[in-house]
């Protein structure tokens, strides 16, 4: 991997500063390069050189976008300057996820194994692990199965953003993230997308990554549930209905997320403060969805 030139690129949003230095310093040890683009409305400031010495600051670009322009917008920053310089492979990272040491080592040499087998590969990676409990997060509905002469490589349907591993020449092919849809949903839909023409995704247990979805679990009647902030289910149920309208969309995401959101009408509201807020974003999300000129 020495002679190849993999990019990180790190989203921001009001991040905990510590953390974020913590999370960086990993990330530094095992790429070439990292892409930081910060959603939010204050700068970083002296954070960078105040933690780094000099040749570690020059490995670092800092882009502050003075704003949430959604993810999909960031990340498409990071991406395009990635390629701009060149970068072999694009990383994506979000600000939270900490990587096991030699996580990417493992993952490009998977990936290279595939490429090696014949296999036409969108992207790999990482086994995703729940901060709260320490367990890997499994989908409920997703069919997996592995690729042969590999049987620690799964060849999936969708990859979380965090962690994601994509040559450059796949980027130009299947194209960037889709900004219309902002925050949710951003990672799946690259993914169908790419298996529209013709690749695969790859998550390899060979590689594992600190993360956790949303803003955490919490336990309602029993059950271990992930929740979401009040701004974003507004983007979870516009785009649901965005996406619902797209061909390349799998049948079992537009069942499995139908009757969770249906679901998450009720308990949000009676469960979750602010339940009002909760309620009247799901409403404008639902109304967006549908709103004319709003289809694509």
């Not at 310093?25 to 390069?33: A, M």
């Not at 020059?58 to 993810?71: A, E, K, P, Q």
Request: charged share 25%.
């Amino acid at each position: 991997m020495r002679h190849k030139k993999i990019t990180a690129t790190i989203i921001l949003y009001n991040p905990d500063k510590s953390g974020l230095i913590r999370n960086l310093r990993s990330i530094l040890e095992q790429v070439s390069n990292v892409i930081l683009v910060d959603n939010s409305k204050t700068a970083l400031g002296n954070l960078l050189s105040e933690n780094f010495d000099t040749n570690t600051v020059s490995r670092i670009t800092y882009i502050f976008n003075d704003g949430n322009l959604g993810v999909a917008k960031a990340q498409n920053i990071g991406l395009r300057r990635a390629i701009a310089e060149n970068a072999d492979y694009c990383l994506i990272f979000d600000q939270d996820s900490l990587p096991e040491p030699d996580m990417v080592q493992n993952m490009y040499d998977d990936y290279q194994l595939l490429l090696r087998q014949g296999n036409k590969i969108a992207a790999i990676g990482p086994v995703p692990i729940n901060k709260q409990t320490g367990k890997a997060y499994e989908p409920r509905v997703q069919q997996r199965a592995s690729f042969e002469n590999a049987d620690w490589i799964l060849k999936v349907n969708e990859l979380i953003s965090s962690g994601l591993l994509v040559e450059r020449a796949t980027l130009e092919d299947v194209g960037l993230m889709d900004e219309r849809l902002f925050i949710d949903g951003v990672d799946h839909e690259w993914c169908w997308r790419a298996k529209e023409k013709g690749y695969a995704c790859a998550l390899t247990y060979h590689a594992k990554l600190e993360h956790m979805l949303g803003e955490g679990d919490r336990k309602i009647m029993g059950a271990r549930i992930a929740i979401t902030s009040p701004f974003r289910v507004f983007y979870q149920y516009r785009n649901y209905i965005y996406l619902c309208r797209r061909k390349y969309v799998p049948t079992y995401w537009k069942l499995n997320n139908g009757v969770k959101y249906a679901i998450k009408l009720f308990y949000y509201p009676l469960f979750v403060a602010p339940r009002t807020v909760y309620l009247r974003n799901m409403i404008n999300g639902i109304r967006a969805g549908f709103r004319r000129d709003s289809r694509q």
